[in-house]
């Protein structure tokens, strides 16, 4: 045992008496005991080992197929009040969900061993962290836990003795019986309870589960702010270094914004990127009344198809050792991994993710890797990343950027006239879906913020949240922007190059931070002038440029009337504030 604080006693105790493990270890994060948990997945064919040179500790791993991604249909935010979990999330009444869940947790894990696993969100010692224990009995999460979340003792010398604040989160795989999965979110609790699923999202409970959905409703009760946002720094050649986060939807760029390479034009000059974080930020006011943000999380569960040294080497670099991959093609010639967009070269001899034999040169209507395949690397690993990434204090951000998949309607990059107005454009936010959750690919839904899977309370409260917040900060609040990457042309290609490109659209972002750059009005907010884009060394011209940046009036009327539907879904809750700029939005495109 590594506490003597009794609340996690308690709690464990109790735990261990419902689920009836044969044993219970407590995982203190040494390395001979990652080992042996490694060499026991390895000789069960949980885990399998990869090429020790090419990638040296590192190891794969497949998933049920019918378990591979979130399953928003089956997360539930249970509240005591319905209202409380708001429109956009499932509800069930918490007494009734324990009531429901708690046979099925009986008795789960006999013949298993369950893992407790203590771990902290965020730098252990900063005001910012918070601690977490998650129960498993998969070996798969305690290993991936280990990369995301700084696991061991050390979390709980963060907790102390008595305190009570610390997040319970309980996870069995139980029979990965589709029928039956749940993730369930009992806020009021500080209680995770996800069942039937050993996938990502579903199952590292420290991740969207407490540091989005459970964080999120702490941190409007805490007055801080806890978004599904990547954190970089842009570093000038005098070395002084502006902070930027963006929300970006599941699978819509922010591990490749986060880690992105400056085009020659900036790199010549001096000008580096460093990542803080690619996933989620927890924000704060500081001592100087700025927001600060820090990366609660320890390492990258990154997309895997698509990620190749052209588009994000940084990231391909930070997979190159002590990374486990899950559902990526297996190619059997080297023992390494594949997957679609990582080189021109599929291997002839391999198993797609499902273990199925596969030739990527002739079965190429099969795709190798799943398209929500990931790998989950240690943050340390990354040749960027940020000098503060442990920082306990966090970074100052100056700019907050909100972003998703739009073919049309969205342009380029613009910016809110205020804060006020910047939390109407996150709130209105719309991307097509991706394979990061189950369900349609491709479709537009609104996604406020990106947290309509991850707010843990109703969104109606959080968008008033938002507005607090910016009263709160003043002047002293960031900028607020949007950009959309994901434009097409009539045949359906992307027009913006994008990945380290999109650094040129940040340079606008520093500069009208810095108040050094000019900007035109437009009924939906400030735009670049485009001679303000450097497209020095670009394929693209003044005019496409131009195109990027259109405001289509009556697109942008639909887009009005679209989001009059998707606010009603919020009735009293929506603040007033908000209807008040749909209504100037509506003024300033001309009925
Ligand atoms: P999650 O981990 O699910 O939260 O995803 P993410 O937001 O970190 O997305 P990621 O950076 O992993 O990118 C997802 C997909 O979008 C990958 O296939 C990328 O290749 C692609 N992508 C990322 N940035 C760009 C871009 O600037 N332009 C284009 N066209 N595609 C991009
Ligand atoms: C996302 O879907 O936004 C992810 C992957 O980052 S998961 O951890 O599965 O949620
Ligand atoms: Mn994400």
Not at 251 to 264: D, F, H, Q, S, V
Not at 332 to 360: C, F, I, Q, S, Y
Not at 391 to 410: D, E, H, L
């Amino acid at each position: 045992m590594l506490t003597n604080n009794k609340n996690v006693l308690n709690w464990v105790e109790e735990m261990v008496a419902l689920c009836k493990p044969d044993q219970v270890v407590w995982i203190d994060g040494s390395e001979e005991q990652l080992k042996a948990l490694t060499d026991e997945a390895v000789s069960t064919g949980e885990m399998e080992r990869l090429n020790e040179e090419k990638l040296p500790g590192c190891l794969l791993h497949r998933t049920n197929p019918n378990d591979v991604a979130r399953v928003e249909a089956r997360t539930f935010i249970c509240s005591r009040k319905e209202e409380d979990a708001g429109p956009t999330n499932n509800w069930c009444d918490p007494k009734e969900m324990y009531a429901k869940l708690t046979p099925m947790y009986d008795g789960v894990m006999k013949g298993r061993t369950m893992y407790v696993i203590p771990y902290s969100m965020g730098p252990i010692g900063s005001p910012l962290a918070k601690v977490g224990v998650e129960l498993t009995d998969s070996i798969y999460v305690v290993l991936n836990m280990d990369i995301m979340t700084r696991v061991g003792k050390a979390a709980f010398e963060n907790l102390g003795d008595v305190s009570n604040d610390f997040v319970r989160g309980l996870h069995s795989k139980a029979d990965i019986d589709p029928e039956n999965r749940y993730i369930v979110h009992f806020p009021e609790d500080n209680t995770i309870w996800s069942i039937n699923s050993g996938y990502g999202g579903n199952v590292l409970l420290g991740k969207k589960c407490f540091a989005l959905r459970i964080a999120s409703y702490q941190g409007k009760n805490e007055g801080w702010m806890a978004e599904h946002m990547l954190i970089l720094g842009i570093e000038a050649p005098n070395g002084e270094t502006t902070y930027i986060s963006a929300a970006f939807p599941s699978a819509c760029g922010k591990t490749n914004l986060a880690m992105l390479i400056p085009p020659e034009v900036y790199a010549k000059q001096g000008y580096k990127v460093w990542t803080v974080g690619d996933d989620i930020a927890w924000l704060k006011p500081g001592a100087d009344g700025r927001l600060y943000a820090i990366n609660p999380e320890n390492g990258f569960f990154g997309v895997a198809p698509g990620t190749n040294m052209k588009s994000n080497p940084n990231a391909l670099k930070t997979t190159m050792k002590n990374t486990i991959f899950t559902n990526v093609a297996h190619n059997l010639d080297d023992n390494t991994v594949w997957w679609e967009g990582l080189d021109k070269n599929p291997p002839e001899h391999a198993m797609e993710w499902t273990g199925k034999p596969w030739n990527g040169k002739t079965d190429t209507d099969v795709k190798g890797a799943h398209p929500n395949s990931r790998f989950t690397a240690p943050a340390r690993n990354c040749p960027c990343i940020s000098p503060e990434f442990d920082n306990p204090q966090g970074v100052p951000i100056s700019a907050m950027v909100f972003g998703g998949r739009r073919a049309k309607t969205a342009p380029l990059v613009y910016q809110s006239f205020d804060w006020k107005h910047g939390v109407f454009v996150g709130s209105t936010m719309a991307s097509e879906t991706t394979a990061a959750a189950t369900g349609a690919v491709g479709v537009v839904r609104r996604d406020p913020m990106a947290m309509l899977p991850f707010c843990g309370y109703h969104m109606g409260d959080y968008f008033a949240h938002w507005l607090e917040m910016g009263e709160k900060l003043g002047d002293k609040a960031p900028k607020i922007f949007n950009v959309n990457w994901f434009r097409t042309d009539d045949e359906g290609h992307f027009i913006w190059p994008g990945f380290g490109d999109n650094m040129r659209v940040l340079m606008w972002i520093v500069a009208r931070c810095k108040g050094e750059a000019d900007a035109v009005e437009t009924p939906i907010g400030y735009e670049p002038k485009p001679e303000d884009i450097n497209l020095e060394g670009l394929d693209i011209d003044l005019d496409t440029l131009k195109g990027l940046l259109n405001v289509d009036i009556d697109l942008w009327k639909e887009e009005a009337a679209g989001i009059h539907e998707f606010y009603a879904k919020f009735g009293d809750k929506l603040p007033e504030e908000l209807k008040h700029q749909l209504a100037a939005l509506e003024e300033r495109l001309g009925k």
